[in-house]
């Protein structure tokens, strides 16, 4: 990109707005005209319009005693019109399509709810044959691919809180459960997953994540191919690049 395109695609005044809402999120106290200047390096007088601005609008509330500056309620209201989850599925519906189409198979997204794994999302493949998904059918998290990846988000201690609970991985030996937590950490290394599905056999399941790092909007979009069809319609490798294509398309649509 030139710097005649910076500058031409440039919102000095958006930039400055933005760069108030989040220091001011990010400190989580009042803050003073001064104080908010010299957290966003700039000269109270820059931002004076921005933050009467803001006030007006109701984004910020000033104090009336020290007229110190804090975020109100209406970020919060605006996010909760729709849950996170509900646009999560809107912006992942064409890069799902184009997934489906680009290898011929059919695609899933999925959460964690009530401890177990919850498809929120299918794209259908564009083949007569093909597996299919339905939305709203709940799978073990320790059974599934997905289920690893997923765990491969969650800190150590949120890892063995779940485990603690998960009537599975109770009943396994000390070796499978080492093995368990082994592949689990190989997916945080690797970004990625794959393996034959515990659950159907014949299946081999493929999966990344997908969502926003250290927020609750964390999700992992998942390929389950008939093995028979790895090698002679499409290979592995093929499957997880357009896998990890359909990621980045989805973070960058939810500001990853």
């Known amino acids: 990109m030139t710097v005649e395109q910076l500058v031409k695609y440039n919102a000095p005044a958006l930039d400055k707005g933005l760069d108030i809402l989040e220091f001011l999120s990010a400190e989580g106290t009042p803050q003073s005209q001064a104080e908010i200047a010299q957290g966003i390096k700039k000269t109270p007088s820059e931002i004076y319009r921005m933050l009467v601005c803001l006030e007006e609008r109701g984004y910020l509330i000033r104090g ?59 794209m259908r493949s564009p083949n007569a044959v093909s597996l299919s ?8 998290l320790a059974l599934t691919t997905s289920g690893r990846v997923f765990l491969s988000l969650f800190t150590d201690e949120q890892r063995n809180d779940f485990l603690n609970r998960d009537i599975h991985y109770s009943k396994w ?19 990625y997953r794959y393996a034959q599905s515990k659950i159907t056999s ?27 069809s790895i090698d002679n319609e499409i290979s592995n490798e093929q499957i997880i690049n357009a896998l990890k294509e359909a990621q980045a398309e989805i973070n960058k649509l939810i500001g990853g």
Do not use: W
Not at 96 to 110: A, D, P
Not at 133 to 140: D, R, S, V
Not at 209 to 215: A, F, N
């Open 133 to 140: 998904i339905e939305e709203g059918t709940h799978f073990p």
């Open 202 to 228: 014949g299946i081999t399941d493929f999966a990344v994540p997908v969502g926003l790092h250290d927020s609750d909007l964390q999700a992992v979009l998942a390929v389950s191919v008939f093995t028979s």
């Open 64 to 122: 009336t005693n020290a007229g110190k500056y804090r975020l109100s309620l209406k970020m919060y209201s605006l996010s909760h019109r729709h849950t996170p989850f509900d646009e999560l599925k809107r912006v992942a519906h064409y890069p799902m399509q184009n997934l489906s189409e680009k290898i011929k198979q059919s695609c899933h997204l999925s959460i964690i709810n009530n401890d177990q794994l919850l498809i929120i999302a299918q």
């Open 173 to 191: 030996s000390t070796k499978e459960q080492k093995e368990f937590v082994a592949s689990i950490l190989q997916v945080q290394k690797d970004g």
